[in-house]
């Protein structure tokens, strides 16, 4: 079945770019009606929402992040990538990954583990 | 969109039922998820399209409802439900997405 998983550097200092990336296995990152997101939680908070892509690489982001977010799809390699710019200690959090449902519904059925990342000089 | 979810939390005893409750700013059809998330875990979906089980979850768990308010609800609740819950929409016009708060479920 299909999985995700996250990576990238656990800390990144103040000032920097965030980069990570997600790996999808067990299926085509371009078959189906989904959508690929990011996802984020800091300690002991509820969940934000980052980003998605489509396949075909069409974009959104969550407007109170949107200038410094850049979310990019990987096709031949199957993977989609973040990157997060100018952080500060408030973007410290565990980030998903997760897949989309198509259309309307857009509830995500496969997330995965998370990986947390600190912003910390 | 917002998503206003009550209570922030809920304490039950096991075998109980948990009814939780989430609001939606504007009319959102029944476009409406439902995640579990247990400490250290990432989310798990329960429900999408505001009544429909995903694959693998108990049938204790139901939701319902349509346009701006939803619930969820564990008929009878098990050990392993205590955690948190949270409700979503995702907006195809303009583009964008939102999670409700949270609602804890714990043991009383």
Redesign the interface.
Known sequence: QVQLQESGPGLVKPSQTLSLTCTVSGGSITSGDYYW?W?RQPPGK????IG?IYYSGST?S??SLKSRVTISVDTSKNLFSLKLTSVTAADTAVH?C?R??GG??????I????TMVTVSS | IVLTQSPATLSLSPGERATLSCRASQRV?S?L?W?Q?KPGQ????LI??ASNR??GIPARFSGSGSGTDFTLTISSLEPEDFAVY?C???T?WP????????TKVEIK
Do not use: K, M
């Not at chain 1, 509820?46 to 929402?49: D, I, N, Q, R, T």
């Not at chain 1, 997330?111 to 998370?114: D, E, T, V």
């Not at chain 2, 990432?42 to 979906?45: K, Q, S």
């Not at chain 2, 583009?95 to 949270?102: E, I, K, M, R, V």
């Open positions: 997101s996802i509820g969940l934000e929402w998605y959104y969550n407007p998903y997760a989309g449902l309307p519904i857009g509830a995500f059925d997330w995965g583990q998370g | 059809r476009y998820a995640y998330q990432a989310p798990r979906l999408y399209d995903a694959t949270y979503q929409h995702r195809n583009p964008g997405l939102t999670f409700g708060g949270g």
